[in-house]
């Protein structure tokens, strides 16, 4: 899909959040000059494209409970990535679920998911069920619980010169 | 009503909903938070005024979009060995850049986590090159290789 600048202006504001005002696609319509009708066309069609994997409310979950975040990365034979990878997406709690490179000799994992849960303890059973469910004692794997978050932004400013944009970790 | 205590923040039932049912299929139409309104059986003020008061508390960080990686521009996940005594130092500096958007220290011999996010290759190889001069540590890039998780949103369970 090629953009014009309408779509990067579409993208730079829905990128920080629509306002929280009656007719919201109306208001950014008048800011980069679109009818409300254009603007909800070109956010269906970014989303019908893929661009945006998601359209809604952004929820930060560590204020509702979810204390614990880790990341765990799996070493998985090259021809069977794809397959695990699609059965720890099923999980409902696994939140992220990437394909990476390894980076030998110091890096050996290639796939990567979030699982978030209200504690360690919480975090581990999940992980213990999957391994259980999916059989995955073979494959080894390393859970990075989080210890500070140093930066963690949503509202990025758009530009197209240096853009930064919150996707999804990248 | 029935109110749940979290740990951090209590959401009564109707914010529980709200924050539950519209991570997507949020309303693309002229009056979103009307139709929002209609399908939880409150008003319109109501709504925003929920959202208002979920947004000040931080327990929503915005109403909009979460784009594909590489959909956009470049990114990658990095990560870095940081010596304990140099951690916070290196990790001030990583989250000054503008182009990275998270940045963690996680429990690993790779004790810092970020993401990059760069208008193209050659300017997120830019950026790995800056930091690996600025701190004189190695940085090791990983960049998606292929998604397997469709995004649904953050399930809440209450």
């Given at each position: 899909?090629?953009?014009?600048?309408?779509?990067?202006?579409?993208?730079?504001?829905?990128q920080?959040?629509?306002?929280?005002?009656?007719?919201?696609?109306?208001?950014?319509?008048?800011?980069?000059?679109?009818?409300?009708?254009?603007?909800?066309?070109?956010?269906?069609?970014?989303?019908?494209?893929?661009?945006?994997?998601?359209?809604?409310?952004?929820?930060?979950?560590?204020?509702?409970?979810?204390?614990?975040?880790?990341?765990?990365?799996?070493?998985?034979?090259?021809?069977?990535?794809?397959?695990?990878?699609?059965q720890?997406?099923?999980?409902?709690?696994?939140?992220?679920?990437?394909?990476?490179?390894?980076?030998?000799?110091?890096?050996?994992?290639?796939?990567?998911?979030?699982?978030?849960?209200?504690?360690?303890?919480n975090?581990?059973?999940?992980?213990?069920?999957?391994?259980?469910?999916?059989?995955?004692?073979?494959?080894?794997?390393?859970?990075?619980?989080?210890?500070?978050?140093?930066?963690?932004?949503?509202?990025?400013?758009?530009?197209?010169?240096?853009?930064?944009?919150?996707?999804?970790?990248? | 009503?029935?109110?749940?205590?979290l740990?951090?923040?209590?959401?009564?039932?109707?914010?529980?909903?709200?924050?539950?049912?519209?991570?997507?299929?949020?309303?693309?139409?002229?009056?979103?938070?009307?139709?929002?309104?209609?399908?939880?059986?409150?008003?319109?003020?109501?709504?925003?005024?929920?959202?208002?008061?979920?947004?000040?508390?931080?327990?929503?960080?915005?109403?909009?979009?979460?784009?594909?990686?590489?959909?956009?521009?470049?990114?990658?996940?990095?990560?870095?060995?940081?010596?304990?005594?140099?951690?916070?130092?290196?990790?001030?500096?990583?989250?000054?850049l503008?182009?990275?958007?998270?940045?963690?220290?996680?429990?690993?011999?790779?004790?810092?986590?970020?993401?990059?996010?760069?208008?193209?290759?050659?300017?997120?190889?830019?950026?790995?090159?800056?930091?690996?001069?600025e701190?004189?540590?190695?940085?090791?890039?990983?960049?998606?290789?292929?998604?397997?998780?469709?995004?649904?949103?953050?399930?809440?369970?209450?």
């Amino acid at each position: 899909m090629l953009l014009d600048h309408r779509d990067w202006n579409i993208i730079e504001i829905i990128q920080s959040g629509i306002p929280l005002i009656s007719k919201p696609y109306a208001s950014i319509g008048a800011k980069i000059g679109l009818s409300e009708s254009e603007v909800i066309q070109r956010i269906t069609q970014l989303q019908d494209n893929g661009i945006i994997k998601r359209f809604g409310i952004v929820v930060r979950h560590r204020k509702l409970g979810y204390q614990a975040n880790a990341m765990v990365v799996w070493n998985v034979p090259d021809d069977l990535v794809s397959s695990v990878g699609k059965q720890l997406k099923e999980f409902e709690f696994v939140t992220l679920c990437y394909r990476r490179p390894r980076k030998l000799p110091d890096w050996r994992y290639n796939l990567f998911c979030m699982i978030h849960g209200q504690d360690r303890e919480n975090v581990k059973e999940k992980i213990a069920l999957i391994i259980e469910q999916c059989q995955f004692q073979h494959l080894e794997h390393e859970i990075l619980f989080s210890r500070r978050c140093f930066k963690q932004c949503g509202a990025q400013y758009v530009q197209r010169k240096a853009i930064a944009l919150d996707v999804a970790n990248g | 009503m029935n109110v749940q205590t979290l740990h951090t923040v209590s959401l009564n039932e109707t914010q529980q909903r709200l924050l539950n049912d519209f991570q997507r299929h949020f309303p693309l139409s002229s009056n979103p938070y009307a139709e929002i309104a209609e399908q939880l059986g409150i008003s319109e003020q109501e709504v925003l005024q929920h959202l208002k008061e979920l947004s000040k508390q931080k327990v929503i960080s915005r109403i909009g979009a979460v784009f594909r990686p590489h959909s956009i521009g470049r990114s990658t996940l990095a990560t870095i060995h940081v010596p304990a005594i140099r951690l916070a130092e290196v990790a001030n500096y990583i989250s000054s850049l503008p182009e990275v958007n998270h940045n963690y220290e996680r429990e690993h011999y790779f004790n810092l986590w970020f993401v990059i996010t760069a208008t193209d290759e050659e300017h997120l190889e830019d950026i790995l090159n800056e930091i690996e001069e600025e701190t004189g540590l190695s940085v090791i890039s990983l960049p998606m290789l292929e998604d397997y998780h469709i995004d649904l949103g953050f399930k809440l369970c209450f």
